[in-house]
T-cell receptor, first 112, second 113 residues
Framework: DGGITQSPKYLFRKEGQNVTLSCEQN?????MYWYRQDPGQGLRLIYY???????QKGDIAEGYSVSREKKESFPLTVTSAQKNPTAFYLC???????????FGPGTRLTVL | EDQVTQSPEALRLQEGESSSLNCSYT??????LFWYRQDPGKGPEFLFT???AGEEKEKERLKATLTKKESFLHITAPKPEDSATYLC??????????????FGKGTLLTVNP
């Protein structure tokens, strides 16, 4: 099956812990993105990567880190520095030169 | 600052009752407007991309239109399975040759049988 996968679907974290969210795609997309969705707010961009080994901060990068060692993978680490990490996290990807981003199923992170 | 405003926040329709959702935007240099559908607890599903004022796209019971200041998502004779949150996003320049999507907060559509 072709598509974008995110794991886990649900994640619980204790305060002070770092957690890593997985995003994998087998669509041969070049660019990958991480968004955060909170109730009553629009999606907000955390980080994005247009090519392997390169990434840029989005609008709300503080408290997050990413890596892009492989074209198909773009993991997001939520660090203990993120003050309010409970949210729905969405990964997206697209081909270079194309405009449309396609989204994965999301990971819901809850801090206990 | 780029802004995207969707209205209404929530809309309840009876099955078969046609209506429209609005997405108004204030951006410098629009490079595309996107509509997505999102079901509860799932990722957004792409519906349409519009680029120029006057452009229209259709898919089943949905039709998206674009003017210089807003876009409408028209829903004709909706069915309960059309119930979802509909998201609007605009693609704008974000430094150099980079682009980013700015999203509205969405419209929650409920279609009652």
């Amino acid at each position: 099956d072709g598509g974008i996968t995110q794991s886990p679907k649900y994640l619980f974290r204790k305060e002070g812990q770092n957690v890593t969210l997985s995003c994998e795609q087998n669509l041969n997309h070049d660019a990958m993105y991480w968004y955060r969705q909170d109730p009553g707010q629009g999606l907000r961009l955390i980080y994005y990567s247009q090519i392997v080994n390169d990434f840029q901060k989005g609008d709300i990068a503080e408290g997050y880190s990413v890596s892009r060692e492989k074209k198909e993978s773009f993991p997001l680490t939520v660090t203990s520095a993120q003050k309010n990490p409970t949210a729905f996290y969405l990964c997206a990807s697209k081909w270079a030169g194309a405009d449309t981003q396609y989204f994965g199923p999301g990971t819901r992170l809850t801090v206990l | 600052e780029d802004q995207v405003t969707q209205s209404p926040e929530a809309l309840r329709l009876q099955e078969g009752e046609s209506s429209s959702l609005n997405c108004s935007y204030t951006v410098s240099g629009l490079r595309g407007l996107f509509w997505y559908r999102q079901d509860p607890g799932k990722g957004p599903e792409f519906l349409f991309t519009l680029y120029s004022a006057g452009e229209e796209k259709e898919k089943e019971r949905l039709k998206a239109t674009l003017t210089k200041k807003e876009s409408f998502l028209h829903i004709t004779a909706p069915k309960p399975e059309d119930s979802a949150t509909y998201l609007c996003a605009v693609r704008v320049i974000s430094g150099g040759s980079n682009y980013k999507l700015t999203f509205g907060k969405g419209t929650l559509l409920t279609v009652n049988p």
